[in-house]
């Protein structure tokens, strides 16, 4: 090997970095002691950003294409290096390849429980789930702030970090929201959009931004979704006597032994039940009037009220009865309740009506 030959191999004029993994965010140029050519090309690809640092200091960022390393492309190092016009001479310096593709798919989930008010169901506790993604937005911050001298700096060391942010401020947004339970699964897009805005101040500190955040589910805890369950079911069988009458005809329609069971036990039911009727007689035949079941109790609603752009509640009727009594409510104040659609003027609803007309009785004399 000639002298020439051993010189043009300590000198490096080619920087490039193709990226054949799915989780590097920054790439670090090894030159291993070699210093750069001046005038070697810079090959920076789409999704990428070179950055490089001299001694320390954060020097020229490169977005995509082909650039020849001289005075003219690198205005911050040639301030740093103080070249002068005429200078050719080779130069040390660190080359950092930043990925500012999205990395997408990455899982968020509530690790405890959120604590919320629901206005139908009380304190309820909810987990929620999903999906985001995230990508560097300015390299050089990115660098600064987040990967520091890492050679290489994968997403795995800050996917913890961003996760941690996501899910506090879920756990904010959902314990504010006053969106009842059974509503959320309708709200979900907006519920993210808000999420993903708060989010997106965060870590541009870090010099990253989150493109999407998905909420994928908002779920109870398994012993509330069973009790939910049986009163689906219960709704779904609607009267109870026909449901019981159907189970028997059908019993009577099958066939072989398990019919004839069924049937007497039929049988043997109704037997028993027309003996049990004729017992409850008196002695001259009179028979006993049954007991009237009474109606189940009427449901008591509760109240949000709408009030210089912000939402108050919920309140009982009796509640809202005091406030209209102190001047706090009155006739146009709008007010909502589930099931209700949309806000209505609380002179507008029934329920809610009769708070405004009653009057008290005249003083007494003297008074």
């Not at 670090?28 to 001694?55: C, M, N, P």
């Not at 968020?108 to 789930?129: H, M, Q, S, Y």
């Not at 049937?263 to 009237?292: D, I, N, V």
Request: net charge negative; charged share 20%.
């Amino acid at each position: 090997m000639g002298i020439f030959d051993f010189l043009s191999g300590e000198f490096i004029d080619v920087i490039h970095w193709v990226d054949d993994s799915r989780d590097t965010m920054v790439w670090r140029f090894e030159r291993e002691g070699h210093e750069i050519k001046y005038g070697a090309k810079l090959t920076v690809r789409e999704g990428q950003s070179a950055v490089f640092v001299h001694e320390g200091q954060l020097a020229d960022v490169f977005t995509p294409g082909l650039y020849m390393l001289e005075t003219n492309n690198m205005p911050i190092m040639t301030t740093l290096q103080h070249w002068d016009h005429g200078f050719k001479s080779p130069f040390k310096s660190e080359v950092y390849f930043v990925n500012t593709t999205r990395f997408n798919d990455l899982k968020w989930g509530t690790k405890n429980p959120i604590i919320c008010r629901d206005p139908e169901f009380g304190p309820v506790r909810l987990r929620a789930f999903g999906t985001y993604s995230v990508k560097v937005a300015d390299p050089a911050r990115f660098l600064v702030e987040i990967v520091g001298t890492d050679g290489e700096f994968t997403m795995d060391e800050i996917s913890f970090q961003i996760r941690n942010i996501i899910v506090q401020e879920m756990s904010r947004s959902l314990a504010k929201s006053g969106i009842p339970v059974l509503d959320m699964a309708a709200n979900t897009r907006e519920l993210g959009q808000l999420v993903a805005k708060e989010i997106s101040a965060q870590i541009a500190e870090y010099g990253l931004a989150l493109p999407e955040l998905y909420i994928e589910n908002i779920s109870l805890p398994p012993a509330v979704e069973e009790v939910m369950d049986k009163r689906s079911s219960m709704g779904v069988i609607g009267n109870l006597n026909e449901y019981m009458q159907f189970q028997a005809a059908e019993a009577l329609g099958r066939e072989g032994s398990d019919a004839s069971g069924a049937m007497q036990a039929g049988l043997g039911a109704a037997m028993g039940m027309q003996m049990g009727h004729m017992a409850s007689s008196g002695p001259w035949g009179a028979r006993q009037p049954a007991t009237a079941t009474p109606p189940p109790p009427p449901v008591e609603h509760v109240w949000h009220v709408a009030e210089n752009g912000e939402t108050k509640g919920p309140f009982s009727k009796a509640q809202l009865g005091r406030m209209a009594a102190a001047g706090e409510l009155s006739r146009e104040t709008y007010v909502w309740t589930a099931g209700q659609d949309g806000w209505m003027k609380a002179e507008d609803v029934t329920e809610l009506a009769q708070l405004f007309t009653i009057l008290p009785p005249p003083p007494p004399p003297g008074a």
